[in-house]
DNA sequence: TAACAATATTATGTATACAATTTGGCGTTA
DNA sequence: TAACGCCAAATTGTATACATAATATTGTTA
């Protein structure tokens, strides 16, 4: 039987667990600093202990959860966190971009970010802005390759994995639709720009682009804070950052 | 009976099995790609399988082994991996840099990192350069804590967890004292214009200086590379490096 | 002889019983 | 009454048996 996807990645207690894991947390459904205890967890998730710990093991690694004398709590975040996560995606993106550019670079290496560009265009020139998430996440992809390097591209990766660090995170907003849609035009435009700089090799210029195109994300993550300040549970980003800071 | 040190972080199975196992990785015990299969694995490190695949799952976070299918191999690295480690490094640490310069620092905050530079002086200036990689750790480690965001700081000690990357790497080279001293009293004069930007808020010059100290690492690994060519097992720093590209 | 498929073997994935440690509470004592 | 220490309960750490999936091998067929 032709099984497309292997099993291991997909329908795996240990896959399973993490994936909904992982959903609940960044949902808020334990204020931060709970302590997860691991039977009652197992159970409610219907898995062992076994691949539940692998689970937490992963998320630790991923920032969501942190040891706490024994077993794990839920990892608080302040919104100085959440600014830090974003400027380190923009400076090590920046580091790809910049690496990109400085490297000879093949006309073919770039056709398919290319395409990803015309999408994102007529996306945007449609106003469908629904498939914009999706598409950005797909550049910012290709863009992590381009430098050709492994080790950088899983470290854009990890950069990108707390929720309000992603690429995409806060772009479905639909709060305030006309300065959203102005953020969509000026990010697309930083895309050009960044595919251009690549390609004359102009490597300070990608950097600076690709930094200031995360500062994007810290502004949507600003009005969002603002708007439903002592209710940003609201916002599924927002969902696990308090208000104070952290120790 | 006082046991300062908790069990878990030092004495458990799992602990015990990462550090063994990690060594024995960073040595080049096995050759890069070997697959790691747990039961004997397990049986040489006189632990169970559990805690062992604990370790195993830390050490894919720090990046030494993969999973290849079913069960884990042990990572190679290219010594364009090993430049790409570094730069990061500096770029984060850079970004650290820049932070802590950027936001107001009282001078109590500079009191124990002016300490270390101290140190480090009568370290170089007594020619006791054996000291001076324990120094050099502690003065990355308090810098990274100048920008006061723990998230930071954890990216800092994350990106210097690779053998190659950390650094201190290299720093006890003794096949050529001379450019070795060099390298020192160049690296201090970078540690003390640190310093010195943060304390009057010069961001830029804080963020070039630590990129720029990042890229003596580069310069180490690259003599240590061109000696030993052919050969690069004998450096401990090396031994997982494969002279060819990865995949 | 080469390629495919069935099967046997070996590996990892999972569950659970047990051990060791942590944690909270209670009682004693200064 | 507060602080210390001890004890008990609960929780995590570990080992191992079993289930399932991956891999190698062997036989058959084109």
Known sequence: MPSKANNKNNSSQTERGLRELRSLIIAGHWPAGSKLREVPLAQSLNVSRTPLRSALLKLEQEGLVERAGAGYTVRSFSIEDAYVAIELRGVIEGTAARMAAEKPTQQQDLT?????????????????????????????????????????????????????????????????????????????????????????????RADALAREHAQLGKANIEVAYQEHVGNIRRVPQLALITAELNT
């Not at 265009?121 to 797909?138: R, S, T």
């Open 112 to 204: 398919s970010i290319k395409e990803v560009l015309v999408k994102i265009d007529a996306v945007i020139h449609n106003d469908a802005i629904d498939g914009y998430a999706e598409l950005n996440d797909v550049f910012h992809q290709q863009l992590a390759e381009l430098a050709g390097n492994d080790l950088l591209k899983n470290e854009i990766e990890r950069a990108s994995l707390l929720p309000f660090a992603a690429p995409s995170a806060f772009s479905s907003s639909k709060d305030d639709r006309s300065r959203f849609k102005t953020s969509l035009i000026v990010g697309q435009q930083h895309h050009h720009g960044l595919v251009q700089a690549i390609e004359r090799g102009e490597g300070a």
